[in-house]
């Protein structure tokens, strides 16, 4: 029954080797978020999609892309990871903004 | 921009006892205040949400009141269990707005 799905659970790479993280929803909801959690912090929102509209925070540094090929998936880019960019990252979703967001279960990055 | 501060940061209860957690926002135009709870390595789960046509809500153990003229609202734990512990997000969002702005957290922990 899982609602948010992120692959892989638990991602290494290496300093400056771009990757991929990915994010599935059978909720069919309008809205997808990625947020970026570092220990003992809040998640912080690196961005959302609204339908195919891109929304970007101001503060997100521009090595983080992302993609949304359809309602049901979106990923995130990250073009050159480094040391400080490992951390939770965690996708969610809302039927519309400003309802509820449900979140799935990570995916742990590493930087070698 | 939305501001939210939680304290207090650390909340040590013992079994049974109650537990209060306190949010201030500084958008009056915020009009959804939901609150997550966070277990260690997990994704951060709804446990409860207000909105501000109401000034209180229940489900079983936890409540959650809202005071609009003051721009705070508070999570109430009764009758806290083991299970309890966790670290426990605020957060303030308006419908329209693609953004949940979360407080800093509260690591609660219960002891037996």
């Known amino acids: 029954d899982a609602m948010v799905i992120q692959n892989p659970r638990y991602q290494v790479t290496q300093f400056g080797k771009p990757v991929t993280l990915s994010c599935s929803q059978t909720l069919n909801h309008n809205v997808m978020y990625w947020y970026q959690q570092k220990s003992s912090q809040a998640p912080k929102l690196l961005f959302h999609y609204y339908d195919k509209d891109f929304n970007n925070e101001a503060d997100t540094p521009d090595n983080f892309q992302s993609r949304r090929p359809n309602t049901s998936f979106c990923f995130l880019d990250i073009r050159s990871p480094g040391l400080g960019d490992a951390a939770m990252y965690l996708c969610?979703?809302?039927?519309?903004?400003?309802?509820?967001?449900?979140f799935g279960p990570g995916t742990r990055l590493t930087v070698t | 921009g939305e501001n939210v501060e939680q304290h207090p940061s650390t909340l040590s209860v013992q079994e049974g006892d109650s537990a209060v957690i306190k949010c201030t926002y500084s958008?009056?135009?915020?009009?959804?205040f939901p609150w997550y709870k966070q277990e260690l390595g997990k994704r951060p789960q709804l446990i409860i949400d207000?909105?501000?046509?109401?000034g209180e809500k229940k489900d079983q153990r936890i409540a959650v009141t809202l005071n609009k003229t003051a721009k705070h609202f508070s999570l109430h734990i009764t009758e806290t269990q083991p299970e309890d512990s966790a670290v426990y997000f605020c957060a303030a969002s308006k419908e329209g707005w693609g953004k949940l702005q979360f407080g800093a957290g509260t690591q609660v922990v219960v002891t037996p």
């Open positions: 207000i909105r501000s046509n109401v």
């Open positions: 969610a979703t809302s039927r519309n903004r400003g309802n509820e967001q449900y």
């Open positions: 958008d009056s135009a915020s009009n959804y």
